[in-house]
């Protein structure tokens, strides 16, 4: 009998543990949710600037792609393969701002030029849809810089080649030159 009160007590203050943790996460969550979401952490994280080459770039923008594909079931539509992506870029340590830096190709100096497209050819598309994933570009250098470039790696392609050569990204990761 006295263990069965012991049992009833001990549930009972682990109720009301529980309950007031809930009632707390209730009544704060929102705001701290708001806190993060603006920047506060209670930890601090140095920020820094982001130096990638187009290497680099073009395997960031390929996990990203893979994470959208993976919540998605799809890549993106190619009108909006950037928008979707620069969300998956995003690091604790990486400022919005510097984050955008991986998809620009770093040789490109003017602000408003990124650089790079998205295949036509697989936007859209589900990676195992793709008959040579090894070899099929998913993103290229282009000669197209607007944001949200897409088309056909064969016809878009900068000529003359950009310093270094012009690269792309299959679909299964691999980062090639461009023929």
């Given amino acids: 009998m006295a263990r069965s009160r012991a049992k009833k007590v ?3 203050v682990v109720g009301i543990f529980v309950g007031v943790l809930a ?3 209730y009544r704060f969550g929102p705001a701290l949710l708001d806190l993060a ?3 506060w952490t209670l930890s601090d994280i140095e920020q820094r600037e982001y130096q990638g080459t187009s290497k680099q770039n073009l ?3 390929h996990v990203a792609l893979m ?3 993976d919540s998605e079931g799809a890549f993106p539509p190619a009108a909006t393969w950037m928008d979707v992506t620069k969300l998956r870029l995003k690091t604790r340590d990486l400022s ?3 984050s955008l830096k991986k998809l620009k190709n770093p040789v490109l100096k003017n ?3 990124w650089g790079y497209a998205i295949n036509e050819a697989v936007a859209g598309k589900y ?3 793709i008959k040579d994933p090894e070899k099929t570009l998913l993103v290229f250098d282009s000669a197209a810089t607007a944001w949200n470039a897409h088309g056909d790696p064969t016809k878009l392609s900068p000529k003359p080649a950009r310093p270094g050569g012009n690269l792309g990204v299959t679909v299964s990761g691999k980062v090639i030159p461009l023929k």
Avoid: M
Wanted: aromatic share 12%; net charge negative.
């Fill in 127 to 129: 990676k195992d849809d």
């Fill in 10 to 12: 001990v549930l009972f």
């Fill in 67 to 69: 994470l959208y594909h």
């Fill in 59 to 61: 395997e960031a923008i």
């Fill in 23 to 25: 009632y707390l996460a």
């Fill in 96 to 98: 919005d701002e510097e």
């Fill in 37 to 39: 979401n603006a920047g």
């Fill in 111 to 113: 602000e408003s030029e």
